[in-house]
C-alpha cells in the first residue's frame, strides 16, 4: 500500500501551458516537501510545507498543504522546458521534534514540458 | 559548495558477488540516509543513521544487506550475496537538525549509484 498517492504519473504538455500536480494520502503529516529530480540526479529539495492550508509560491510553482495536512499539491504556470523532471513529494509523519528518518516518499510525477 | 558524494557512480557486477557503495556526507551533517530508487517501487528508506548510530533499518533485507558509518565522514551500505532484484538506483542523502528543532528538515542527496546485477 502507498501511504502518498502521485496523481498523475506522467504529464507531457506544451511549454507555457499550466499544470497541477497532486499528493494524496489517508494520513496526516505533521509537514510535506516537494523535490524534483532530474535523470542521473538525486531529488532536491523544492519547499517544505507545515501548516494546514498553507500556501508557497516559489517563482512559477505554487505549493499548497490542505487543512487537514493530508495533501498538498503543485502548480506551475507558464511551463518551460526546464521544468521537466521527476515531482516526488514526501511526507513527514512524525511529531514536531521527532525523527528525521520517517520522510515517506510518493512514487512521482514525469514532467515532460516540449518546446 | 558542499555536496553529498557517492562511489561508484554505475556498479555492473554477477548475481552472488559483493557490492561495496560509499557516501560522503556533508561536513557536519549529523543524519545520514540511505534509500533504493526502482520504477515499481519509487523511492524507499533503507536505513539512517544520527550521529553515526543507526536508528532505524527497517527498510533492509537484513540477510544480505549491512550499512555502517564507520566515521563520520563515510557511509557504506553492503549487498552480500547480491541479486538481480537488487539493481536499482542506491541514494545517500544527508541532513542536520534545523536550528530550534524545525519541522522543515531538508534531506541533501547524493546523485546516486546505479546498480545492476546480472
Known amino acids: 500500500t502507498q501511504l502518498l498517492e502521485q496523481s498523475p504519473q506522467f504529464l507531457s504538455i506544451q511549454e507555457g501551458e499550466n499544470l497541477t500536480v497532486y499528493c494524496n494520502s489517508s494520513s496526516v503529516f505533521s509537514s510535506l516537501q516537494w523535490y524534483r529530480q532530474e535523470p542521473g540526479e538525486g531529488p532536491v529539495l523544492l519547499v517544505t510545507v507545515v501548516t494546514g492550508g498553507e500556501v508557497k509560491k516559489l517563482k512559477r510553482l505554487t505549493f499548497q498543504f490542505g487543512d487537514a495536512r493530508k495533501d498538498s499539491s503543485l502548480h506551475i504556470t507558464a511551463a518551460q522546458p526546464g521544468d521537466t523532471g521527476l515531482y516526488l513529494c514526501a511526507g513527514n509523519r512524525q511529531r514536531y521534534g521527532g525523527s528525521q528518518g520517517n520522510l515517506i516518499f510518493g512514487k512521482g510525477t514525469k514532467l515532460s514540458v516540449k518546446p | 559548495d558542499a555536496r553529498v558524494t557517492q562511489t561508484p557512480r554505475d556498479k555492473v557486477t554477477e548475481m552472488g558477488q559483493e557490492v561495496t557503495m560509499r557516501c560522503q556526507p556533508i561536513l557536519g551533517h549529523n543524519t545520514v540516509f540511505w534509500y533504493r530508487q526502482t520504477m515499481m517501487q519509487g523511492l524507499e528508506l533503507l536505513a539512517y543513521f544520527r550521529n553515526r548510530a543507526p536508528l532505524d533499518d527497517s527498510g533492509m533485507p537484513k540477510d544480505r544487506f549491512s550499512a555502517e558509518m564507520p566515521d563520520a565522514t563515510l557511509a557504506t551500505l553492503k549487498i552480500q550475496p547480491s541479486e538481480p532484484r537488487d539493481s536499482a538506483v542506491y541514494f545517500c542523502?544527508?541532513?542536520?537538525?534545523?536550528?530550534?528543532?524545525?519541522?522543515?528538515?531538508?534531506?541533501?542527496f547524493g546523485p546516486g549509484t546505479r546498480l545492476t546485477v546480472l
Open positions: 542523502a544527508s541532513g542536520s537538525r534545523l536550528a530550534g528543532g524545525s519541522k522543515s528538515d531538508e534531506q541533501f
